[in-house]
């Protein structure tokens, strides 16, 4: 379904786009042939590597085929847009009328550099984004806790190990007293990896690295890359707690599986496990890789959680439709029936579509105040 999908664009740009051109039919034909190949690089990738999560390419490569795999999703929306622009002339007008090939060439211009920006936006190393939160029953000890919450790294053949590097050490800049990691670090089996995951044992915070699965640890060896993340320094938080103190007081620090895990045979999510024994009047703070269930954690007396999983929607206009798959819930914070949800952008996304236009990357920096 999702190869098929990929064609549509291809078949619009084809029949829509090239056939009206005024340019030989050879020429056409090249094009078309060619457009096919980046429509359905998936699928090649799927022939060729045996995966579409994680086809290992080169960096640049990966780079220039997002480029213009996100180039020609935008030239077959800007075609549609042309017809229609051209079809209210020619209601209006009352005659026929053809788009000239100089719309045409622009619009393909103007797909291409975005196709081009939007791959850059997705590659860079995220910047900082701070934002306050204020969860009720915070002791004074944990006034202006701070949070660094990593997710959606997806370390791969386009997030390498120069990218995590440059990731641990913006991060280790921010002077956090715990980091907090909700899921989809890499794409990869362990042997294919473990280089570009290795930066991350660099990570530094005052109370420690907290790690919850993603959908992804699942597709590459969940149990295996688990027990791996606990081997970088991190404490893993599979439907389990931990429970951080300051001067007497305590905070705990909470993770559920991931809904992947069901049809692999595996424990799903269980909020209510998760936090079996903190103790009464300890705020809550959840890991859940997905924002769709937060409602059940705030049901469960969760002060925050904290996801990812919708990479923002990655596209300005595309993220409504990444929220009704979401729950309505894609980027940003939202108050859910008392508790607060803040779902991140993601520090980096898959590299089977990684473009992002007006839905940035962030390293999300969050300081806590008592309410």
């Given amino acids: 379904m999702f190869h098929l999908m990929a064609a549509l664009p291809w078949c619009v740009v084809v029949l829509r786009y090239l056939l009206p051109l005024t340019a030989p039919l050879w020429i056409k034909l090249a094009l078309a042939l060619v457009l096919l190949v980046v429509a359905e690089q998936h699928l090649i990738s799927r022939w060729v590597t045996g995966s579409i999560f994680s086809p290992e390419i080169p960096r640049p490569l990966s780079m220039v085929a997002n480029a213009l795999f996100g180039a020609l999703i935008l030239l077959a929306v800007f075609q549609l847009l042309l017809d229609l622009v051209m079809l209210l002339a020619m209601l209006i007008k009352q005659q026929r009328l053809a788009a000239p090939d100089a719309a045409r060439y622009v619009i393909a211009v103007a797909a291409l550099g975005l196709g081009i920006v939007g791959v850059q936006q997705a590659a860079r190393v995220p910047p900082v984004k701070d934002v306050e939160i204020a969860i009720p029953g915070l002791a004074p000890q944990f006034e202006g806790y701070r949070i660094v919450h990593l997710t959606d790294l997806h370390i791969s053949g386009l997030f390498p190990e120069t990218w995590t590097r440059a990731v641990v050490e913006r991060t280790n800049t921010l002077d956090a007293d715990a980091i907090l990691i909700t899921g989809d670090l890499m794409d990869g089996t362990l042997d294919n990896r473990r280089d570009d995951v290795a930066p991350l044992a660099g990570l530094r915070a005052r109370d420690g690295v907290f790690v919850s699965p993603g959908n992804h640890e699942y597709y590459f060896g969940y149990e295996q890359w688990m027990q791996h993340y606990v081997s970088l320094g991190m404490t893993r938080l599979s439907n ?11 905070m705990a620090v909470a993770g559920v599986n991931d809904p992947a895990g ?6 799903g999510p269980d909020v209510a496990a998760a936090i079996e024994g903190v103790p009464s009047g300890v705020p809550i703070i959840l890991l859940d890789h997905q924002p ?3 409602r059940e954690a705030a049901g469960e007396g969760v002060a925050l959680q904290l996801s ?3 990479h923002g929607g990655m596209i300005v206009g595309m993220d409504q439709i990444v929220a009704r798959a979401n729950n309505g819930f894609v980027s940003g914070r939202y108050d859910v029936d008392g508790m607060t949800l803040y779902v991140s952008n993601g520090t980096a996304l898959w590299m089977g579509f990684a473009l992002r236009l007006g839905r940035p990357s962030e390293l999300t920096r969050i300081t806590l105040h008592a309410r």
Avoid: M, V
């Fill in 308 to 310: 990812g999983h919708t």
């Fill in 240 to 250: 389990a707690h931990a429970l951080i103190e300051r001067d007497g007081a305590r």
């Fill in 262 to 267: 069901t049809s692999r045979g595996l424990p």
């Fill in 292 to 294: 769709k269930n937060a």
